[in-house]
């Protein structure tokens, strides 16, 4: 995660990103039609195209399938034709068709398959469902440190597999997912880092632009900075979050219910990893809020090796200089969620940022509002450094409280 001022990730998008893309929810999955036909549209030129790669269901869930109902989509991506509802090749093409000031849901079906596509969601009510949560998966491989085709570095604002900037946004029963070799990186470096940006790799990035964006039973993968939710109000529902450091980090406003936040395995690291880095602002009463989740590891991670997450100040251009901003006061907080034992008894760690005289600077967990209340499991320690919420301020985290009165289902 590195500081890049708004004005230059604007520039940045707009030189990486000409198709437009979309995602939906999982609300109206029954009646698709399986022996669809439609003509295939072609691809648009300047599209990084799919790769897609045909898989069973593996007896994961589904989208359900009736022959002879009318399926309840505006566009369907797909490899072969289908019937009935207009059929892309990439699933860039079926969001370039969506209405560039959409006042209603413009849905469109992910079908089994790897869709190896680097994608900007800026039109607004695109909804994305996948027929397979497991078996649709939007996939890209880049990490900031890696080279754009102009030479300079993605940079964690830029590598995203998935980035979404307009309002309204969802997705549902599929998987977004940042492939970059992390743990192969580690070993044997695949590239040569350009600047401070090295093995970031985002799979999900909700930026400027984005508000009331739900996601419900998706799959986010991925290693060091998984799921950047930085602008708006979002909610995420039954979802999985894999990843090792800070995969769940940014200023926004996000609500997390019932999900399931995946720490995996860094060879060779005695800190394994950090769940939640938030970077709020410091007016902004909510930021990363988790509430009856579960805090899970891989097998080969050792007990009290996670940190349940660290603030983060961003390095942030200034008239006087560039250096952490003292705007972001990161708030995150676990209401009633299972703990293994990988977390540390300490609970949170502390992160360094260069402050405005050019000095490196850690700020301190007590420095910022990261809060827990009713934490249960292994790893639901008590301890001075972990700050426990009263049941008065617990109680102002409500769903509706939280989201500002959007009504997210």
Not at 21 to 34: T, Y
Not at 126 to 155: C, K, N, Y
Not at 323 to 337: E, F, H, Q, S, W
């Amino acid at each position: 995660m590195r500081g890049v001022s708004l004005s230059r990730r604007r520039l940045l998008h707009a030189s990486l990103f000409a198709p437009t893309l979309a995602l939906l929810p999982p609300p109206l999955l029954a009646g698709v039609r399986r022996d669809a036909r439609a003509p295939l549209a072609r691809a648009p030129t300047n599209a990084i195209g799919p790769r897609p790669m045909a898989g069973g269901s593996g007896g994961v869930k589904s989208v359900a399938v009736t022959p002879g109902e009318t399926a309840p989509f505006d566009a369907i991506v797909a490899t072969t034709q289908r019937e009935g509802t207009p059929t892309f090749a990439t699933v860039a093409e079926a969001i370039a068709a969506a209405p560039a000031d959409g006042t209603k849901p413009f849905r469109i079906l992910i079908t089994r398959g790897r869709w190896h596509e680097k994608l900007l969601i800026d039109k607004p009510d695109v909804h994305l469902i996948g027929e397979d949560r497991t078996q649709s998966v939007l996939t890209f491989d880049a990490a900031a440190g890696m080279a754009r085709p102009d030479g300079e570095p993605w940079g964690t604002w830029g590598c995203a597999s998935v980035t979404v900037r307009a309002r309204d946004f969802r997705a549902g029963n599929l998987t977004i997912e940042n492939a970059f070799d992390y743990v192969g990186n580690l070993a044997t470096p695949k590239f040569e880092p350009i600047g401070p940006n090295g093995a970031q790799a985002v799979a999900l990035m909700l930026d400027a632009g984005s508000d009331r964006a739900a996601f419900d039973g998706v799959d986010f993968h991925g290693h060091q900075d998984t799921l950047f939710a930085d602008a708006g109000r979002s909610f995420f529902r039954n979802c999985r979050i894999a990843g090792s450091v800070d995969f769940i980090f940014g200023g926004g406003n996000a609500l997390f219910e019932q999900c399931e936040l995946h720490s995996r395995f860094r060879p060779g690291k005695e800190r394994q990893g950090y769940v939640a880095v938030p970077c709020t602002p410091s007016a902004q009463a909510y930021g990363l809020t988790f509430v009856r989740c579960r805090l899970t590891r891989d097998a080969e991670i050792p007990d009290g090796s996670v940190a349940l997450g660290r603030a983060w100040r961003p390095g942030r251009t200034f008239p006087d200089g560039k250096y952490g901003d003292p705007d972001a006061v990161g708030a995150a907080v676990y209401l009633d969620c299972w703990m293994d034992a990988h977390l540390d008894a300490r609970g949170w760690d502390e992160m360094g940022y260069t402050a405005r005289d050019g000095q490196r600077v850690m700020l301190r967990p007590e420095e910022a509002r990261l809060f827990e209340y009713g934490s249960s499991g292994p790893g639901a320690h008590r301890a001075d450094s972990r700050r426990v919420l009263t049941r008065e301020r617990a109680a102002s985290y409500s769903r509706e409280r939280v989201l500002d009165g959007w009504a997210a289902v």
